[in-house]
């Protein structure tokens, strides 16, 4: 009987965020043990995909620790430290019981003094373990990717969607290819080739062009005769770190010169768009994106998603402060993080009025709190299990939250820091969508799942916070020359930095 333990340590750090973040943040969202199973089993999530694998295969699974949170500051050296501790002394403890580990890992993760904390969690796991010990990493998307981490695992899979809707097929990806590994039906060879580009996150959505062809093509790559996987990550351009950018990642059947070719062929692609890519959407200002809404309105088009995308602290308030000043039509703000207006509403209680400042608290770049005044139209606990296609299955918990509603504007206000994507926040908080002309979201690529099919239009406003779509402006310390668009350097033709045959 094969044994496979799982276990994961999750977290997009935006380096700049002046907040660290703590061990509180990640125990909120931690499982540990039997629990893992019992918490992810038939969700759309990494964990989700490794458990479908492993009850098809009548493997028995150990489960370690799993810990996540909403993307944020640095992680904090004790709440790395403490962490990463835990998950490398139960693989020790389970290291002989278990034929090898299932690990999820974001890609983008950067702790206090450590750029690249999980190439060092990773390290101290072949230490423990050994160089032959079979592991398999699935990966977001958006991570920063260095060969020297990636060819540390035998199996490294990323997300090929944004919305990543296909997270528990990417766990799954992993998983059979681990097991293919250890049986002996495969022979892995990975080649890693990085462009010299990263994009904003607001521009790495793969149903827009050009990227949407550029993953076609990755998809189309992973299918030729020979090769076992391809992923194309776009990077994190919000962790300034050595690592930032784009890597495409190949894995061939024993032929390294088939997987170099692939991972050559697609990098030289991006490159060859890499000003498209970086160009893919029209941006807005408050003032400029009102105005079309407005235009968009009296042509019936309804509703309009006003995308505060560059929100990374799910509390800017520069769209909110203007909206209030010009006067707009019925407008849903899901999921403002501010834990004090919740209290005050809580207080305050059903139907009660309030006067209360919301927002614009998680650093100087998210706007000054604004002053609302509203009625209480929902408060409570709010904790559910995601019915949206984006983590489907998977427990949001917001805490105590509440919808403040002056009567144009709602605003659902949430103790935890979450980000809305889908409809359940209104269905959650007893609103109708349907009375609703503009919605205001905060999210990058996630919300396209659920919103493309029922919004009228889309206008990304692009707001200074920490997350906008021009990378030039951010007060870049650590990317190295040759990345486009931050250090400008020439790019790269695609050069293959990284080959092993672990
Ligand atoms: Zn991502």
Known sequence: ???????????????????????????????????????????????????????????????????????????????????????????????????????????????????????????????????????????????????????????????????????????????????????????????????????PSIFTATDVSPLREIMAEVREAAKQPGILDVTLFMGFAYADVPEIGATVLAIADGDEALAIRTAERISARLVEEREALYNAAPLFDPDTALDKAAELLAQGVRPIVLLEHADRGNDSTHLLQTMLDRGVPRTAVPYLHDPIAAMAAGSSGLGGQLMTTLGGKSSEMAGFPVLFTGFIKYTGELR????????????????????????????????????????????????????????????????????????????????????PADLIGLPYRNVPPGIFPITMGPPDDGIIDGLDDV
């Not at 699935?138 to 920063?144: I, W």
């Not at 917001?398 to 509603?405: M, T």
């Not at 103790?415 to 002309?437: K, R």
């Open 1 to 199: 009987m094969t044994v496979l333990a799982i276990s994961g340590l999750v977290h997009e750090t935006v380096t700049f965020l002046p907040e660290e973040t703590n061990l509180a943040a990640f125990e909120h969202r931690a499982s540990r043990g039997d629990e893992i199973a019992t918490t992810f089993v038939g969700s759309n999530t990494v964990y989700g995909g490794f458990l479908s694998v492993c009850q098809d295969n009548n493997v028995t699974v150990e489960g370690l620790i799993c810990a996540e949170c909403a993307p944020s500051g640095p992680v904090s050296k004790a709440a790395f430290q403490a962490l990463s501790d835990e998950l490398v002394s139960r693989a020790t403890l389970w290291r002989d019981e278990a034929d090898g580990l299932l690990l999820h890992l974001h890609g983008a993760m950067v702790a206090r003094g450590d750029n690249d904390p999980e190439l060092t969690l990773l390290l101290r796991l072949r230490e423990v373990l050994g160089p032959d010990y079979p592991i398999a990493v699935a990966m977001d998307l958006h991570g920063n990717v260095s060969a020297e981490k990636a060819l540390l695992a035998d199996i490294v899979c990323g997300f090929r969607r944004s919305p990543h809707t296909d997270m528990a097929e990417t766990g799954a990806r992993a998983a059979s290819l681990l097991l293919a590994k250890m049986t002996g039906k495969i022979k892995p060879v990975t080649a890693v080739a990085r462009p010299g580009l990263v994009l």
């Open 384 to 467: 559910y299990s995601i019915t949206g296609p984006y983590r489907t299955g998977e427990t949001n918990d917001l805490g105590l939250s509440a919808v403040i509603d002056n009567g144009k504007i709602a605003v659902i206000v949430t103790s935890h820091s979450m980000t809305a994507v889908d409809t359940d926040p209104f269905t959650q908080c007893g609103l109708d969508i349907n009375e609703f002309d503009i919605i205001v979201l905060r999210s990058k690529t996630h919300f396209r799942a659920a919103y493309e099919p029922i919004a009228g239009a889309i206008l990304i406003v692009d707001t200074p916070d920490w997350g």
